[in-house]
């Protein structure tokens, strides 16, 4: 009987702790991924946990410095939030924690598709493989049908990007192409 009353007393010295320690807590910890506080490390590739993309933005100052920042963009992803990537996604898939904007220039290049079609990226980075068929899709270009043609004809991949109808100063290396896009199946 002894042992059923000290657990009995034990829960609401628990449920006071427990109590204690979210009130000590800052608003942010419960809240989940904020975008605007992240640092600039850990910007590229979050989801909020109102589920919308963190973008890393460059601020030029006149004669100073470019300062980051990471902003909640408007790009709303499906199925996934409070998400910070792992660097063994960012690794896998090729990405660069330092990406400014979201764009998909990088499909272009066939040292990037050969990394984000890889097994390693696309069986186990959902975060990533979602951004970048959305990415792909915006441009007319099925991500699965591109890594089929970088596996069976690296150079075909580029073909798949060109006859979507990508812009050819795109290819050329012009403006970054920025695109808010639907989520698609991770």
Not at 24 to 43: F, H, K, N, R
Not at 72 to 90: A, F, K, L, P
Not at 102 to 119: A, G, R, V
Request: hydrophobic share 40%.
């Amino acid at each position: 009987m002894a042992s059923s009353s000290s657990k009995m007393m034990a829960f609401p010295l628990l449920l006071s702790l427990s109590l204690l320690l979210l009130l000590l807590l800052p608003p942010s910890a419960l809240a989940g991924v904020i975008c605007e506080d992240l640092p600039q490390d850990l910007c590229a590739f979050a989801i909020s946990s109102s589920s919308k993309r963190c973008v890393l933005e460059s601020i030029p100052h006149n004669g100073g410095p470019t300062e980051y920042q990471c902003r909640t963009s408007e790009v709303v992803v499906e199925r996934m939030s409070d998400w910070i990537e792992t660097d063994e996604c960012v690794k896998a898939c090729g990405v660069d924690r330092n990406t400014v904007g979201i764009s998909s220039d990088s499909l272009l290049e066939p040292q990037f598709t050969e990394k984000i079609c890889s097994p390693s990226c696309h069986q186990n980075c959902p975060n990533i493989i979602d951004l970048y068929f959305n990415l792909a899709a915006a441009e007319g270009v099925f991500l699965p049908d591109l890594c089929e043609a970088r596996r069976g004809n690296p150079r075909r991949s580029m073909q798949v990007i060109l006859s979507s109808g990508v812009p050819k100063q795109a290819v050329r290396g012009g403006d970054a192409r920025k695109s808010d896009v639907a989520a698609a199946p991770a």
